[in-house]
């Protein structure tokens, strides 16, 4: 695999849960909507309702029990990460790749934020991914 695409299953991880989060209150709203069905004598209907609160509340319960795996995948992907970040030997490497996978900032703020230019945090950016691939490639064949 390759450095770039290693470094970005975080933000692919990232936005899985934000989709799922999304859903989960997608489906927690149309829950609170459900409501049961009054025959004339005043009684809650039979089958309809409550059943479709239930399969709803099944199906959140199992939505946020899938979004806690992929958080725990995604601090260990991290962590993961960072280790491996933390044996390249130029603190700039680091710094840019750090900022732009884990952090998720762009080129922009890495520049502001380390007071160099554009151009020059891309240039790093570069170097930092070749820097990176040996040690992925050095992980590998040991």
């Known amino acids: 695999?390759?450095?770039?695409?290693?470094?970005?299953?975080?933000?692919?991880?990232?936005?899985?849960?934000?989709?799922?989060?999304?859903?989960?209150?997608?489906?927690?709203?149309?829950?609170?909507r459900i409501t049961p069905v009054l025959r004339e004598d005043g009684v809650s209907g039979g089958g309809g309702a409550?059943?479709?609160?239930?399969?709803?509340?099944?199906?959140?319960?199992?939505?946020?029990?899938?979004i806690n795996r992929d958080i725990?995948?995604?601090?260990d992907k991290k962590r993961d990460i960072a280790a491996k970040l933390g044996k390249l030997t130029d603190r700039r490497y680091?710094?840019?790749?750090?900022r732009r996978y884990l952090l998720f900032e762009t080129f922009e703020k890495i520049s502001c934020e380390m007071?160099?230019?554009?151009?020059?945090v891309?240039?790093?950016?570069?170097?930092?991914?070749?820097?990176?691939?040996?040690?992925?490639?050095a992980e590998k064949d040991a």
């Open 115 to 120: 007071n160099y230019s554009w151009r020059h």
């Open 1 to 32: 695999m390759r450095a770039k695409e290693y470094l970005s299953q975080v933000r692919f991880l990232d936005e899985r849960i934000t989709c799922k989060l999304a859903d989960a209150a997608r489906l927690q709203d149309m829950a609170t």
């Open 72 to 75: 725990d995948r995604l601090v």
């Open 50 to 66: 409550p059943d479709r609160l239930a399969d709803a509340v099944a199906r959140i319960v199992d939505l946020k029990a899938e």
């Open 94 to 98: 680091y710094a840019v790749l750090f």
């Open 122 to 137: 891309c240039s790093l950016h570069g170097q930092a991914l070749e820097a990176f691939q040996k040690v992925l490639d």
